[in-house]
């Protein structure tokens, strides 16, 4: 219960500290909820995606782009925290250093959960999409995505040098792992390299498992299919995500051991 309550209360920090940059935070809570909302709406109706009205494929989509967005949210936030020399500071308080990292997961996750949660229901109303097929698979696809997200932030902040180039860098990182995850169009459509790279990022599998659980189709098993794609039911839909499932798993175990290796509590250089 000490251990939650350290949590919680880091948890609390680190949102009013997000907060007070203001640039900074409305950056990473507008753009991506922006950007999630104007493509699909303004796609909708204007031809089909794999099937699917290109609105309704889009939506669930970019629920995994705005997941994306907690890697640039912790790492800024990591590695800036880190060079004001907060977390040297807050290891002199009795808060143990996992609830540090977890209260500042969280911080950085609770914004594009929430960003999620508002696509799902403003996309419901704004393009009469359908409601998602399989909502327990949504919200394991969402939990698991921001889990892994968070852990690789974490992870990464660890190589930056400091925080003023961290935005400099995470940001193409952000763009890749999005122009590979299949969000604006299937991996099938991508060139051949992408193709065989793009399964196997970590944002991909968050993708396949939204749309998969949305949609009711398989969008999952095999991503590279072109076409339209088989209709799934509620526990097939769990069978056909098993592999990105498995994926995100992988990165997120990985993004652990980088993060106990890498993860630094004090700058790299003083003064």
Known sequence: M???????????????????????????????????????????????????????????????????????????????????LVYKRLRGTPLPDTAILTGEA????????????????????????????????LVLGVLLGALTFSLLAIGLSGLLPSGEVSTWIVTPVILLMMMTSGVAMPVSELPSWAQHVAPYLPSSPVVEIVRTAWLGHDFASDPTTAGITAQVGFAESFHACAQPVGILCAWAGLSFSMGKRFFRWDPRRSG
Do not use: M
């Open 2 to 84: 000490n251990w939650l309550r350290f949590t919680f209360s880091q948890f609390l920090l680190s949102q009013r500290v997000y907060w007070r940059d203001l640039g900074f935070a409305l950056t990473g809570a507008l753009l991506p909820l922006g950007l999630g909302l104007a493509f699909p709406i303004s796609q909708h109706g204007k031809g089909d995606i794999a099937g699917f009205d290109a609105g309704v494929y889009l939506l669930p989509g970019f629920l995994g782009f705005v997941l994306l967005w907690i890697v640039y949210n912790v790492i800024n936030s990591a590695a800036g925290r880190r060079d004001r």
């Open 106 to 137: 969280a911080s950085g996750s609770v914004t594009s959960v929430l960003q999620v949660i508002v696509l799902l229901v403003v996309g419901v109303i704004a393009i009469d999409a359908p409601a998602p097929s399989n909502p327990l698979l």
